[in-house]
């Protein structure tokens, strides 16, 4: 047996689909068909989406054999079938479990069953597993996830092993080879600058909690800041575009939690602006590095693998600020030479060189998101 993840996958941040932030439990098959038919078909699978991932809920027991069943009352047709159909539109089909007794919800977990579920999922025809970090008990993790990575390679299908124990032990520390991406915080909740009572975060806690962390994340091997929550009806344009472009800077999975079958042609925009997720999906996979934080304004940089820079303004006030910047300077002072073109990646024009002073206004909440070009 490896020693390993599959390490083949997941070169490149994963891109999709989850249900959980739009529909937490209320979940079927319906809404998974009609999921995968959006994606394969309103832009989204162009741009880069593959995985259609469904989160806790799905399971309902074991059967004698202890095998895991799938709710028949909402998933009639049953997971292999409903993979094949993923398939069959040229996604890639997720699931989800847990390492503990119970998932989050209090669903049968992987606990003790850690073999059988990978052999199941590999059948169904899974390509992805979120593995979650609810009722584990005295459990080590990194033992746990290491434990069904290797079930994974067991099974035999390649699967991207997603961890998912909310930064608690430190999983950029030993997640290399245990996992294709390891979630850094707790659980993303819907609204830009906020935290709540068990712990979810939004956006911009968790952009700080990224600061010191970047260097641990690569290719197969990412820090995941959680899943989007751009189009689910709280975050401002402005915020949603902030969110989507440190995402982005971070090389972040970018996976979508809106409904997708109906959203706004402006959500579709910000899910699927190429200039940005190129940023994201940049081979060199470089997190960004936070290079200035004055007040509210915090400028974040990104080498990408053409030689050139990803460069990023972030307003966290929601008053307007007006900046007049010696870009010269600016990159001077962090070693950066000679001259580059500069190109707002939000509007899709270049808006002058690193010759010129940057004298612009930034909304509140908003976001230059810009690429330097030599
Ligand atoms: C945890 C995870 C979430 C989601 C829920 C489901 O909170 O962090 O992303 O999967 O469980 O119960």
Not at 12 to 23: A, D, E, L, Q
Request: glycine share 8%.
């Amino acid at each position: 047996m490896r020693a390993q993840k599959n390490e083949e996958l997941a070169k490149t941040p994963p891109m999709g689909w989850n249900s959980w932030n739009k529909f937490e439990c209320k979940i079927n098959e319906t809404i998974i068909r009609e999921v995968a038919d959006a994606m394969a078909s309103n832009g989204m699978k162009k741009a880069g989406y593959e995985y259609i991932i469904i989160d806790d809920c799905w399971q309902i027991g074991r059967d004698s054999l202890g095998n895991i069943l799938a709710d028949p009352e909402r998933f009639p047709s049953g997971m292999k079938s409903l993979g094949e159909y993923i398939h069959s539109k040229g996604l890639k089909f997720g699931i989800y479990s847990d390492a503990g007794t119970a998932t989050c919800q209090g669903r049968p977990g992987s606990r003790g069953y850690e073999f059988q579920d990978a052999r199941t999922y590999a059948k169904w025809g899974v390509d992805f597993l979120k593995y979650d970090w609810c009722n584990h008990g005295k459990q080590s993790a990194e033992a746990s996830y290491t434990l069904m990575r290797d079930a994974i390679n067991k099974a035999g299908r390649p699967m991207v092993f997603s961890i998912c124990e909310w930064g608690t032990t430190k999983p950029w520390e030993w997640g290399k080879s245990v996992g294709h991406l390891w979630r850094t915080t707790e659980d993303i909740i819907n609204c830009f600058d906020c935290t709540n009572n068990w712990g979810g975060l939004g956006v911009l806690q968790i952009i700080d909690l990224h600061t010191a962390i970047g260097d641990f994340s690569g290719p197969g091997h990412w820090n995941d800041p959680d899943m989007l929550e751009i189009g689910n009806g709280v975050l401002t344009p402005n915020e949603e575009r902030l969110h989507m472009s440190m995402w982005a800077m971070f090389s972040a999975p970018l996976i979508a939690g809106n409904d997708i079958r109906n959203m706004s042609a402006e959500t579709m925009k910000i899910l699927t602006n190429k200039e940005v997720l190129d940023v994201d999906q940049d081979k060199l996979g470089v997190s960004a590095t936070r290079w200035m934080k004055y007040r509210d304004f915090e400028v974040w940089f990104k080498p990408l693998s053409d030689g050139n820079y990803a460069y990023c303004i972030i307003n966290r006030s929601n008053q307007p600020v007006t900046i007049n910047q010696d870009l010269k300077a600016t990159i001077k002072q962090y070693k950066i030479d000679g001259s580059y073109r500069v190109r707002d990646l939000w509007k899709h024009k270049d808006i002058g060189s690193t010759k010129d002073n940057m004298v612009t206004t930034i909304a509140g909440h908003d976001v230059l998101m810009l690429k330097l070009t030599k």
